[in-house]
């Protein structure tokens, strides 16, 4: 049995800071939480720092480089938003075994317009022909598919090509709605990429269970924000990505960050680096944050990682800017972190992690400092364990140990 104990930390459940200070492990789980070591367990002493759940990225692109980085930030798991299945089950099954890379989950294909996005960015990808719906007949049978391919959600692509600066044609708003009705009869969830007021319309009139961005071409309206409150939706924030767009120099910023460069090979350290520059309106996303915070429509913190494929973005790293972005549209620290842990886990299921409670997953991060009041403590990375795996410090080429 492997047993160890977190002490003299402060505790942060995924809701709140909680009355204890030793964190208790055995075999991978949370076995107690409070202020007492069990006799004969081994003690990690926390150094007056802060033990939070392991944070869950909503919307990455991701592969097993991917998750690998993204767990030396305390990402310990992603919610992949779209890939290729040939490509991800073998992904998924080693991050399984394997503790030195986050844990993951797919929509496996998204559903897209045979001639829309994202064909026009994959050109010279060699994919196999996408699976699509382009009737509402046909779309119980593009949901079982996905299904059979192991997706734990379905994706649905309604992108009109504004935010490239073209112009593309669209899944028909009556296949989006036949798409998530099959999906809900199914039993999963249904989630929409809309990057624009238009298209969360059609997110939202199709009952989509949540949007996978925010849009920025204009502030959200009064009316969409009490109709996604009357549903019950959820919107995943990639503020990130949207600051790329918006060359506000949020990537370069972070990737200049040594507690960041440091955890980066040269290759994500220059992705970091650079900038999507697409005209993105980050004011006005940051505003829509804001109001639909307030009126208790949910926020999931993602950030639209790929793999070397969104300039400005690395996983891991961008997640902790993602939380700093939630702070300045209006959600406090402590609203921003259960936004990355339990909020997300809620949401997409994962009732084992996400938390710091007996029974869960010992999926943690050990950071100095308090990010419940500052934030940009997430970074001050201590030490991260993936189910009860503790990783060697935060080089990109460390072993891991137990």
């Keep these: ?108 294909w998204g559903l897209a317009h045979p001639d829309g996005h994202p064909h026009q960015l994959r050109r010279d990808l060699d994919d196999p022909v996408w699976p699509t719906a382009t009737v509402p007949s046909e779309a119980p049978a593009f949901v079982e598919g996905r299904l059979s391919e192991g997706a734990d959600y379905i994706k649905i692509m309604v ?35 809309a990057l624009t007021a238009t298209a969360t319309r059609v997110a939202v009139e199709a009952g989509a269970d949540g949007v996978t961005h925010l849009h920025y071409d204009e502030v959200i309206s009064d009316d969409l924000i009490a109709r996604m409150r009357e549903q019950g939706m959820f919107v995943i924030s990639t503020l990130a990505v949207t600051a790329s767009g918006a060359s506000d120099g949020a990537g370069p910023r972070l990737g200049a960050d040594l507690r960041v460069a440091s955890r980066l090979d040269a290759a994500w350290r220059d992705n970091l680096g650079r900038e999507f520059a697409w005209n993105a ?3 006005n996303a940051l505003r829509s944050v804001g109001l639909l915070h307030a009126a208790g429509v949910e926020i999931l913190a993602g950030t639209d990682a790929a793999h070397l494929g969104a300039p400005g973005l690395a996983h891991g790293a961008s997640l902790h800017d993602e939380l700093r972005l939630l702070e300045a549209g209006g959600l406090s620290p402590v609203e921003a972190l259960t936004a990355a842990t339990r909020r997300t886990a809620d949401r997409f299921g994962l009732t084992d992690r996400g938390r710091i409670e007996p029974g869960a997953v010992a999926d943690l991060v050990l950071v100095d400092g308090d990010p419940t009041s500052q934030l940009s403590s997430t970074l001050n990375t201590r030490a991260v364990w ?17």
């Design 386 to 402: 993936r189910r009860g795996h503790r990783l060697a410090p935060a080089g990109v080429t460390g072993e891991r140990d137990t």
């Design 1 to 108: 049995m492997s047993r160890f104990a977190i002490t003299n930390t402060r505790v942060f459940t995924g809701t709140d800071i909680a009355d204890a200070s030793v964190v208790v492990v055995e075999d991978g789980t949370i076995a107690a939480v409070g202020h007492e070591v069990p006799d004969g367990v081994e003690e990690l002493d926390g150094g007056g720092g802060t033990v939070l759940p392991g944070l869950i990225d909503a919307h990455t692109h991701t592969d097993e480089d991917g998750l690998r980085t993204a767990l030396r930030f305390g990402v310990t798991t992603e919610l992949d938003m779209m890939s290729v299945p040939d490509a991800m089950n073998p992904v998924r099954k080693k991050a399984r075994t394997e503790f030195d890379l986050a844990d993951v989950r797919t929509a496996s």
């Design 281 to 283: 309106q980050l004011p």
């Design 159 to 193: 992108e009109d090509g504004t935010a490239f600066g073209t112009s593309l044609p669209v899944v028909p708003p009556e296949v989006v709605a036949a798409t998530v009705e099959a999906a809900h009869e199914r039993g999963v969830m249904a989630l929409v990429h």
